[in-house]
């Protein structure tokens, strides 16, 4: 009878009224031992569309868990939602939106110190406590040099934040801190369900989200995380980014419209799964594979009209199956191997059963090339065509002193410079 009566609080929004959101958490925590949450309108748990409310339920949940179902609706994204172990977050499909809000950036008045808790702005009007951070100086505005938060508290021009500043930024030296953010954010967790949802990443007005410390759905030093069934569009950052984690599954997702990479697996992440994905129209790749993606499968997956490549792979991202994949009128190269030296090239990696055509329409480009050294590379019983459009020049490039590659039962047309360009041979 008390959870009940406390739902209906909620529901009507009296709790709105005399609570802070994140000050419910300890009526709420007892109440929903071993069940389901839901978020989003009057019939809902909690009954607000902002990140606040879903992390009110995630918060709430007990230690071993559970899920939040999230109601049709737009969510407004402020911070992104962290989810920690054993969370399920379900959407209720494409119509349960979580969008990024209006972005907002300010620089830096005095230094901002590795270790430091605190930042003095020129103008705190667009943050608020509780809105994502990204802090960043012209010589250290990339991966991971970039630090990023929340903000817990503001006065006057003085923001303070929740995770230690992980370099100096100088003031002098453009330092800049913005309300950047993902939208759904997974840290040190494992047994991490996402699904069913569509994130906005409102690009057009939000702020640029640093790859390596976040993207539309962002995972970082987890194991055991499943993505399926989520739709990130126009993304002022990486659509979906997993870094130094293990055993992820991305599958049934359409990525599009994100202003750097659409799937980026790296910084070792062994045993990813990539399945059944749609990644297209992004501003550089359908998909970067940085350091040491290895013993892991990509899938019946699209990428297409990329920027860039449809797919580029390289330093010590070894033993990977690229199957029944359709990579089509991307930029430049349908798949590139990046030039790294023998030791850390991409060694014994199979590409067989792909579809891979009529790459290279920004530029002239190849249906596969291989700029590092690779060991045991099996290219085998793909079809790599240009039907009449005349921009992939050649099936498969191999750069200079590329070792012994594999090539068998491969089906290749329509190429202005010829099937295959080995240089070692023309030289």
């Known amino acids: 009878m008390r ?34 949450i839901t978020v989003g309108g009057e019939e809902a748990d909690i009954p607000g569309f902002t990140n606040r409310s879903i992390q009110l339920a995630v918060n709430a949940l007990p230690p071993e868990g559970g899920l939040v179902k999230l109601n049709a609706g737009i969510f407004e994204m402020k911070d992104a939602v962290h989810l920690r172990s054993n969370v399920n977050l379900m959407g209720s499909g494409a119509s349960t939106v979580l969008k990024r809000g209006e972005g907002f950036r300010s620089r830096l008045v005095d230094d901002a110190d590795i270790g430091e808790l605190k930042l003095m702005v020129e103008n705190a009007s667009g943050f608020e406590p509780g809105m994502s951070v990204q802090i960043w100086d012209e010589p250290q505005s990339s991966c991971w040099n970039v630090s990023s938060g929340t903000i817990t508290d503001i006065k006057d021009n003085l923001l303070y934040i929740d995770c230690y500043l992980v370099r100096d930024y100088r003031a002098d030296k ?38 390596c410390n976040g993207g539309g759905v962002a995972v970082f030093k987890s194991k055991n995380i499943t993505i399926d069934n989520i739709h990130v569009k126009d993304f002022n950052g990486e659509g979906i980014t997993w870094q130094i984690t293990e055993d992820v599954t991305v599958q049934n997702c359409e990525i599009e419209g994100s202003a750097n990479m659409g799937m980026h697996p790296g910084t070792g992440s062994p045993k990813s799964k990539i399945l059944n994905n749609n990644s297209h129209h992004n501003d550089v790749d359908g998909m970067f594979i940085c350091w040491r993606v290895h013993h892991s499968v990509v899938k019946g997956n699209q990428f297409h009209h990329n920027r860039r490549y449809g797919i580029c792979t390289g330093h010590k991202d070894s033993d990977v199956v690229f199957e029944d994949n359709h990579i089509f009128e991307n930029g430049s190269d349908g798949i590139n191997l990046r030039g790294e030296n023998p030791r850390n090239s991409p060694h014994r990696n199979t590409f067989s059963k792909n579809l891979i055509e009529n790459n290279g329409q920004n530029d002239e480009g190849y249906g596969f090339s291989v700029y590092s050294s690779p060991q045991d590379l099996v290219i085998k019983d793909n079809i790599i065509r240009d039907t009449d459009k005349g921009t992939q020049k050649a099936g498969v490039y191999l750069q200079n002193n590329v070792p012994k590659v594999t090539l068998e039962g491969n089906k290749m047309s329509g190429h202005e410079k010829g099937d295959v360009i080995d240089e070692s041979k023309q030289n």
């Open 3 to 36: 959870k009940l009566v406390f739902i209906l609080f909620l529901a009507s929004g009296a709790a709105h009224a005399q609570y802070d959101d994140f000050k419910i958490d300890a009526l709420l925590s007892p109440l929903y031992q071993g069940v389901t």
């Open 174 to 211: 453009g330092g800049w801190v913005s309300n950047a953010g993902s939208g759904v954010l997974i840290k040190d967790a494992e047994n991490v369900v996402v699904s069913n949802l569509v994130i906005d990443g409102n690009r057009a007005h939000h702020e640029p989200v640093d790859g």
